[in-house]
Nanobody, 120 residues
Framework: QVQLVESGGGLVQPGGSLRLSCVAS????????MGWYRQAPGKERELVAE???????NYADSVKDRFTISRDNAKNTVYLQMNRLKPDDTAAYYC??????????????WGQGTQVTVSS
């Protein structure tokens, strides 16, 4: 099974920046989309940003113009650059990969999560 390993979370002050990384153990070429989700205590997991196989991107309105998702196929890595962070951005952030395997079965993999805390 594909492993997604996230890193880059931490504690930052409001207005600060963080860069999250998600490294996949296998090629991401068959993934229809790679994305970042977040979940705060007591709230449902929500999509933050995603990048499709065709390199189109989609962002939640709450992070648009502040966050940027990007991909490095050679490194099997997806990044989430987070700027001008707000306390409401505090959550566990999860990497996600959705696609179809070489055997024709759909997959939906999740990373272990990395905590982002925005606080003074």
């Amino acid at each position: 099974q594909v492993q997604l390993v996230e890193s880059g979370g931490g504690l930052v002050q409001p207005g600060g920046s963080l860069r999250l990384s998600c490294v996949a153990s296998a090629s991401m070429l068959r993934s229809n989309a790679m994305g970042w989700y977040r979940q705060a205590p007591g709230k449902e997991r929500e999509l933050v940003a995603e990048i499709t196989k065709g390199s189109s991107t989609n962002y939640a309105d709450s992070v648009k113009d502040r966050f940027t998702i990007s991909r490095d196929n050679a490194k099997n890595t997806v990044y989430l650059q987070m700027n001008r962070l707000k306390p409401d951005d505090t959550a566990a952030y999860y990497c996600n990969a959705v696609g179809t395997s070489v055997w024709g079965r759909p997959y939906n993999y999740w990373g272990q999560g990395t905590q982002v805390t925005v606080s003074s």
